[in-house]
């Protein structure tokens, strides 16, 4: 059974930093791109930020230069350093990736974490 599971959400002031961290565990062959994204109350899920298995990275125009995410292959954890946060920053994070799972080589499938809550305050 693979999860995925992100920490390190909670309330900042304007301006400050947090960083998210996101766990990928059970059996796993192999892990192609991570990501997050972001759902605020009242709106639809939004993608933040995507890095390749050769750690490439796109973000949205939203969090560029604020936001960079990275990701350590020997952990199976992928982070996403916030920085400059905003209050429309407000959001749960939920990080993804895809995943092979079990011991071999097979399909990829898509897996979610359940979300960590980023509360800014102005």
């Known amino acids: 059974q693979v999860q995925l599971v992100e920490s390190g959400g909670g309330l900042v002031q304007a301006g400050g930093s947090l960083r998210l961290s996101c766990v990928a565990s059970?059996?796993?062959?192999?892990?192609?791109?991570m990501g997050w994204y972001r759902q605020a109350p009242g709106k639809q899920r939004e993608w933040v930020a995507t890095?390749?298995?050769?750690?490439?990275?796109n973000y949205a125009n939203s969090v560029k230069g604020r936001f960079t995410i990275s990701r350590d292959n020997a952990k199976n954890t992928v982070y996403l350093q916030m920085n400059s946060l905003k209050p429309e920053d407000t959001a749960v994070y939920y990080c993804?990736?895809?995943?092979?799972?079990?011991?071999?080589?097979?399909?990829?499938?898509?897996?979610w974490g359940q979300g960590t809550q980023v509360t800014v305050s102005s």
């Open positions: 993804n990736g895809d995943l092979t799972p079990g011991g071999r080589p097979g399909p990829t499938y898509r897996y």
């Open positions: 059970g059996s796993i062959f192999s892990i192609n791109a």
């Open positions: 890095i390749t298995s050769n750690n490439s990275t």
